[in-house]
């Protein structure tokens, strides 16, 4: 027999599952939302984790991106810079990580931007939290 002590418990449970949930299965990192940039589709979530001093930048199973020639991972502090290039994007959609190098400190940025090297543009940027 169910009482109400336990259906409440169960209850505070469950939904403490579904709020830490996202969290927990990102990486325990800083997380940002894409949105797409000069009429591109570019959604799914980004985040920046940093342990033991190394910082990288994983694009969640979520991303999805429509496509363009030369698109770059990149990192930015209100507004895209062109020195934190991580490197060409692996895939327009799943999950993927890219290194930040030593040079960069990630603490400092809070976006993560797919930027078109070829022609200059943006593509999509999460801002990260």
């Known amino acids: 027999m169910t009482t109400r002590r336990t259906f409440l418990k169960t209850s505070m449970a469950m939904a403490a599952a579904v709020v830490a949930g996202p969290s927990l299965a990102a990486g325990h990192g ?3 939302q894409f949105t797409g940039k000069s ?3 570019t959604s799914g979530q980004a985040e920046i984790v940093t342990q033991n001093g190394k910082s990288t930048v994983h694009l969640l ?3 999805k991106f429509d496509g363009a ?4 991972v990149a990192l930015g502090q209100n507004g895209y810079d062109k020195s934190t290039i991580l490197g060409a994007l692996k895939s327009n959609s799943g999950k993927q990580s890219y290194e930040v190098p ?3 400190d990630a603490s400092k940025m809070n976006e993560v931007w797919i930027w078109c090297e070829k022609f200059n543009v943006p593509l999509g940027v999460a801002k990260i939290n």
Do not use: C, Q, T
């Open 30 to 32: 800083r997380l940002g």
């Open 61 to 63: 199973s979520d991303f």
């Open 102 to 104: 030593a040079s960069i």
């Open 39 to 41: 009429n591109h589709v």
């Open 69 to 72: 020639p030369d698109p770059k």
